[in-house]
């Protein structure tokens, strides 16, 4: 593996945890917006705008991580740079929607200082989405625009789902280690359950249909391998 893959691996790693800190930072603070301090839920809350704010900074650290190693794979050595990136920003999808990630991280840090908890999980849902834009699906040639809502769908529910889990657990750890007493979390746990019980369905049928997709239908994705 050379170093531009491993700095594209590094960067969609980043981009993962970013994304699931964005979530799952939005989702804590609605679930604990009507709690008492002194509950549980308070590490909760904390816990959240903790998340809210580290968020945005990792999600710019991957792209930082993302735009270097296309820059690398898209350069051509014997070609001045700055025209080079300018042309991968402007004229190709990649550089668009690249442009678009880094506008939606450096505004969710708006929200995120001003505890605009709704606002921040819409700017969150959004970075979710745009990696859509990203995937096999834009290579689509029939159906792009419902393959395209079936991934965006299926990105927010991973995120959401995933995101939910990480914080819960998270909240609990910050409780644990502080020394107080257990965590028991069942307000949220009971907010968790609800919220998944939409997530995991979403996931499942948008997975599904994009096995459909890219694979070329029922067989494709019954065989094995």
């Known amino acids: 593996m050379t170093s531009t893959e491993i700095a594209a691996t590094l960067g969609r790693g980043l981009q993962l945890v970013g994304l699931t800190a964005a979530v799952g930072g939005a989702l804590a603070g609605a679930w604990s917006g009507g709690a008492a301090r002194g509950t549980e839920s308070d590490a909760l809350a904390a816990t959240g705008r903790r998340w809210r704010r580290s968020a945005p900074l990792l999600l710019l650290g991957a792209l930082v991580l993302l ?4 820059v690398v794979a ?3 050595p014997f070609e001045a740079l700055a025209p080079q990136i300018q042309g991968l920003l402007t004229r190709t999808d990649w550089g668009r929607v690249f ?3 880094v506008a939606l991280a450096l ?3 708006v929200p995120a200082c001003r505890r605009r908890v709704g606002l921040y999980g819409l700017l969150a849902a ?3 989405a745009s990696l859509a834009f990203m995937g096999h699906s834009w290579g689509v040639a029939e159906g792009r625009v419902l393959t ?3 991934e965006i769908v299926h990105a927010v529910a991973a ?5 939910g889990l990480a914080v819960l657990v998270a909240a609990h750890r910050r409780v644990s280690g502080a ?3 257990g965590f028991d979390g069942g307000r949220a746990t009971a907010q968790f359950s609800r919220t998944a019980l939409f997530a995991v369905p979403a996931l499942l049928v948008t997975g599904a249909a994009a096995s459909w997709t890219h694979g070329s239908g029922l067989g494709a994705l019954l065989q094995p391998g």
């Not at 735009?67 to 296309?70: C, E, H, L, N, R």
């Open 107 to 109: 505004v969710m840090i």
């Open 74 to 76: 898209f350069r051509d």
């Open 126 to 128: 959004a970075s979710c």
């Open 67 to 70: 735009f270097g190693a296309q």
């Open 99 to 101: 442009s678009a990630q």
């Open 148 to 150: 395209i809502g079936a």
């Open 179 to 181: 020394g107080a007493p």
């Open 159 to 163: 995120a959401v789902w995933l995101g």
